[in-house]
Nanobody, 122 residues
Framework: VQLQASGGGLVQAGGSLRLSCVGS????????MGWFRQAPGKEREFVAA????????YYADSVKGRFTISRDDAKNTVYLQMNSLKPEDTAVYYC????????????????WGQGTELTVSS
């Protein structure tokens, strides 16, 4: 699985942005997907995840109620809609997929996109 994230940019606090992650391969729809982020000087952290069939979604407490993860398997794409953005959301955002198919909550992610950078100005 190869992943390509895009959609990052510069946005003012309180604004919105949508990230996209396009995956290669005809089995994309059978993989759970996740978004992670890494702020300067900090470790990478979990942001959101969606199960392989889209029935379950998971969020970090820091983004719950502001971010929404979704998927469009016809386009091999997973999205991260980010609303009410805060300066502390500034980070490089990565999408990821596990090696195992047909999973709900993923313990280990094996495939990573290249990252897309978000900067939220105050």
């Amino acid at each position: 699985v190869q992943l390509q994230a895009s959609g990052g940019g510069l946005v003012q606090a309180g604004g919105s942005l949508r990230l996209s992650c396009v995956g290669s391969g005809r089995f994309f729809s059978s993989y759970a997907m996740g978004w992670f982020r890494q702020a300067p000087g900090k470790e990478r952290e979990f942001v959101a995840a969606i199960s392989w069939n889209g029935d379950s979604t998971y969020y970090a407490d820091s983004v719950k109620g502001r971010f929404t993860i979704s998927r469009d398997d016809a386009k091999n794409t997973v999205y991260l809609q980010m609303n009410s953005l805060k300066p502390e959301d500034t980070a490089v955002y990565y999408c990821a997929a596990p090696r195992e198919r047909y999973t709900d909550w993923v313990v280990e992610y094996n495939y990573w996109g290249q990252g897309t950078e978000l900067t939220v100005s105050s």
